[in-house]
T-cell receptor, first 112, second 113 residues
Framework: GENVEQHPSTLSVQEGDSAVIKCTYS??????FPWYKQELGKRPQLIID?????GEKKDQRIAVTLNKTAKHFSLHITETQPEDSAVYFC???????????FGTGTRLKVLA | EAQVTQNPRYLITVTGKKLTVTCSQN?????MSWYRQDPGLGLRQIYY???????DKGDVPEGYKVSRKEKRNFPLILESPSPNQTSLYFC????????????FGPGTRLTVT
């Protein structure tokens, strides 16, 4: 079946450094790729998303890049802060359906 | 206040005892979905619905049923729960045509003994 691989599973960075999380998807026709942040004990919340007709999207310290040829997309967080510590999930919306496949998550720790 | 609600928030039950987890949204969203979250496995979609009376299987539908009789409600039914259904369950909703941001409910922690 279709899948989304997410790496790394855990990531520790010093406050102020950048963090990058990468996802690879299998369905080449997927056209929508959201990123969700889940703080401890909370529900997932969308932080940024990108559609297949766009290569990059930025929102303040957060950016997402998409490489359709290689079928991978990445989340970039710059100038990390302690409040960025959370689990981040990538996902892909399968083409022709409204079925989502999520990655297995990355636990980001920002060390003060 | 725009929100997705789930009930109950916590449930401990025994194998084979039918249960229903309710999900309701007040945003007039067409799309609703159920996910389960397990350590190391991320979020896995169980079922989703594009509108009233329109549902489809996600990645892990076995052992679950859903119904969408009203636009605002999307209950998840476990007719004969088993211990491997012990998990954290999230309901979510969104507009169907985009933007596709899904709004998640607070989660239901289910334990089946």
């Amino acid at each position: 079946g279709e899948n989304v691989e997410q790496h790394p599973s855990t990531l520790s960075v010093q406050e102020g450094d950048s963090a990058v999380i990468k996802c690879t998807y299998s369905d080449s026709a997927s056209n929508y790729f959201p990123w969700y942040k889940q703080e401890l004990g909370k529900r997932p919340q969308l932080i940024i998303d990108i559609r297949s007709n766009v290569g990059e999207k930025k929102d303040q310290r957060i950016a997402v890049t998409l490489n359709k040829t290689a079928k991978h997309f990445s989340l970039h967080i710059t100038e990390t802060q302690p409040e960025d510590s959370a689990v981040y999930f990538c996902a892909a919306l399968l083409s022709g359906t409204y079925k989502y496949i999520f990655g297995t998550g990355t636990r980001l720790k920002v060390l003060a | 206040e725009a929100q997705v609600t789930q009930n109950p928030r916590y449930l401990i039950t025994v194998t084979g005892k039918k249960l229903t987890v309710t999900c309701s949204q007040n945003m007039n969203h067409e799309y609703m979905s159920w996910y389960r979250q397990d350590p190391g496995l991320g979020l896995r979609q169980i079922y989703y619905s594009m509108n009233v009376e329109v549902t489809d299987k996600g990645d892990v539908p076995e052992g679950y049923k859903v119904s969408r009789k009203e636009k605002r409600n999307f209950p998840l039914i476990l007719e004969s729960p088993s211990p491997n259904q012990t998990s954290l369950y999230f309901c979510a909703s969104s507009i169907l045509q985009g933007p596709y941001e899904q709004y998640f409910g607070p989660g239901t922690r289910l334990t089946v003994t």
